[in-house]
Every structure is written in C-alpha cells, then in structure tokens.
C-alpha cells in the first residue's frame, strides 16, 4: 500500500497566484520531505520538516506538518513560470533515511 | 549546491545482457542510495549503502541486482542479467548523514531494456 501521497494529480494557477498541494502518510515518520522534480531532472529537496515541527518556510514556500492527521501542506505563493514542475511529498518513517515517496502533483503555472 | 553526476544518463540494451549505473555521489557524503522510477510512476526506494555495506533493501532489489563502491570512486548499481521490466529511470542518491536529512539526487539514468 502507497505509504505517501498527495492528494490532488494536477493543479493549474496563474502566475502571481498562490497554490496549496496536500500531502497524507499512513505511518508514524521522524520526517517529511517536500522536493519539486523538473522535467529531466532528479527530485530536489525544497523543505524537510521534522515530526515536532508544526510549520517550515523557505522563501516563498510554507509546508506545515499535522502528525495527529497524519498530513502535510505545501503551499507556493507569487508563484512563477518556473515553479512549473512535479511536486512530491516523502516521509522517512525509521529514520535511516530510506525515502517513501508520493506519486507526486503535477503543477503549471501559466503565465 | 552540491551535485550528484550519473552516468550514462541513457542505456539501451538487449534482456540478459548486465549492465552498470554509474554515480558520483556529493564529495562528503557517507550514504548513498538508489532508487527506481517507472514512466508515470512514483520513485521507488531500491537500496541504501553505508561504509562498503547495505544497510537496506527493498523487495525491488531482486538477486539480480548488486551495489559496491570500491574505493571511493562511482557508487554502482549493476543489474545481471537484465529483465525488460528493469526498464525505468535509476536515481542515485547522497546524504551526509542518516535519519532525516537532505537527500541530494542525480540527474537520472535512464535504462531501456528489449
């Protein structure tokens, strides 16, 4: 069974917009990982955020963690043509780092 | 940032015959990883690898699949012989530490097999 996923496949936003993708896990975790994949390219880690911690921001990005509902958010805003890419969540459940991903939101930004 | 090279980034070869993936891993980093990408599909953990061992693996590292890395040169992963469902994008992985940190992907192999 899928241990993490997102909750929507594809979102669409025009820039300057702002956008939320969901994320819900189905074990306990140490850690939750957001990373964007571009077309071509490896996955690139955008925020990890720690079972105690509640909120993370990097920039223009924001992902919170609920471990009571065993979810996560991560939302973008004045998005940017660029931040056109797949959007995944991963959570490390035993700690050795052995990533368990999501099947990942397809996001466009249209400008 | 710090990268993470593979090589081939394309592999086309025949069912049966062996193929390696190479990866240069981040320059400091102590534990690696591999992980499979079916087209359409979520990546997938394979194996991680820490001080010459395996630490852990998962069902879709089948006998047929082996990883080293002698003397700090490419973290390989060789497949021998190959399945057509082998077929799928390969990603190596780096990480300085264990539990929770950031890992830093490579570009991708992609491996065709017919």
């Known amino acids: 069974s899928q241990l993490a996923e997102e909750n929507s496949w594809a979102l669409s936003v025009h820039e300057g917009e702002s956008v939320t993708v969901n994320c819900s896990y189905k074990t306990s975790i140490t850690a939750l990982q957001w990373y964007r994949q571009k077309s071509g390219k490896g996955p690139a880690q955008l925020i990890l955020?720690?079972?105690?911690?509640r909120e993370k921001r990097n920039g223009r990005l924001r992902a919170t963690l609920d471990t009571s509902s065993q979810s996560s958010s991560l939302s973008i805003t004045a998005t940017r043509c660029e931040d056109t890419a797949v959007y995944f969540c991963?959570?490390?459940?035993?700690?050795?780092?052995?990533?368990?991903f999501g099947q990942g939101t397809v996001l466009s930004v249209i400008p | 940032g710090p990268k993470v090279l593979q090589i081939p980034s394309h592999q086309i070869i025949d069912m049966g015959q062996m193929v390696t993936l190479n990866c240069d891993p981040v320059?400091?980093?102590?534990?690696f990883y591999w992980y499979k990408q079916i087209l359409g599909q979520q990546m997938e953990f394979l194996v991680n690898?820490?001080?010459?061992?395996?630490?852990?693996k998962s069902k879709l590292f089948k006998d047929q699949f082996s990883v080293e890395r002698p003397d700090g040169s490419y973290f390989t992963l060789k497949i021998q012989p190959t399945a057509l469902e082998d077929s799928a994008v390969y990603f190596c992985?780096?990480?300085?530490?264990?539990?929770?940190?950031?890992?830093?992907f490579g570009p991708g192999t992609r491996l065709t097999v017919l």
């Open positions: 320059s400091n980093h102590l534990y």
């Open positions: 992985a780096s990480s300085l530490r264990p539990g929770g940190y950031e890992q830093y």
């Open positions: 690898f820490y001080n010459g061992k395996v630490m852990e």
């Open positions: 955020i720690r079972s105690n911690e």
């Open positions: 991963a959570t490390d459940a035993g700690g050795n780092n052995k990533l368990t």
